[in-house]
């Protein structure tokens, strides 16, 4: 079945820790996005990506990173300079970039 | 940067009503999505509109792009159980600009 993968679910990251998370897509699809969901918010954008070798910061790209080798991975790297990373991060992707956007499960990063 | 409002904020209904949630904007919208996120998972995209005016069915869900292309409204007929999470409303503006923005959800609480 094509879709998006997330990977894992639960995570837990030490104080001063780098964490990656895992996002697949196999819908052939050419963007891709990160996104974080906080209690009671809507999605803010990390970062996101048009095509392979290129992404370009969203709106609260500080203390992330990314890179995009590959049409079909995006992993997120939550660094230790983000001092609040407790979130639920979403991954998505589309055709193209005015295109809907389809989500993976996410990943629900907490800090030990 | 651009923000949708969207309301109301949560809802309790009694199985089998009907339901009605909208998003407002002070800025023009050229696609608008309509989304539902259950608890731990990612959202779904249910409907998206694409043109001033128009009127799309998903079942029993029904969605409309207003005219001013600020707003748009999401109704959901006969409501039942599993209609319970939470809704989003997101825009795309068009040329220019590949973000989503997203409102903040209606949670959605159905009562057997």
């Known amino acids: 079945d094509g879709g998006i993968t997330q990977s894992p679910k639960y995570l837990f990251r030490k104080e001063g820790q780098n964490v990656t998370l895992s996002c697949e897509q196999n819908?052939?699809?050419?963007?891709m996005y990160w996104y974080r969901q906080d209690p009671g918010q809507g999605l803010r954008l990390i970062y996101y990506s048009q095509i392979v070798n290129d992404f370009q910061k969203g709106d609260i790209a500080e203390g992330y990173s990314v890179s995009r080798e590959k049409k079909e991975s995006f992993p997120l790297t939550v660094t230790s300079a983000q001092k609040n990373p407790t979130a639920f991060y979403l991954c998505?992707?589309?055709?193209?970039?005015?295109?809907?956007?389809?989500f993976g499960d996410g990943t629900r990063l907490s800090i030990l | 940067g651009q923000q949708l409002n969207q309301s109301p904020q949560s809802m309790f209904i009694q199985e089998g009503e009907d339901v009605s949630m909208n998003c407002t904007s002070s800025s023009i919208f050229n696609t608008w999505l309509w989304y539902k996120q259950d608890p731990g998972e990612g959202p779904v995209l249910l409907i998206a509109l694409y043109k001033a005016g128009e009127l799309t069915s998903n079942g029993r869900l029904t969605a409309q792009f207003g005219i001013t292309r600020k707003d748009s409204f999401l109704n959901i007929s006969a409501s039942i159980p599993s209609d319970v999470g939470i809704y989003f409303c997101a825009g795309l503006p068009g040329a220019g600009s590949y973000q989503l923005t997203f409102g903040k959800g209606t949670k959605l609480s159905v009562i057997p």
């Open positions: 819908l052939n699809h050419d963007a």
């Open positions: 998505a992707s589309s055709t193209g970039p005015y295109q809907p956007q389809h």
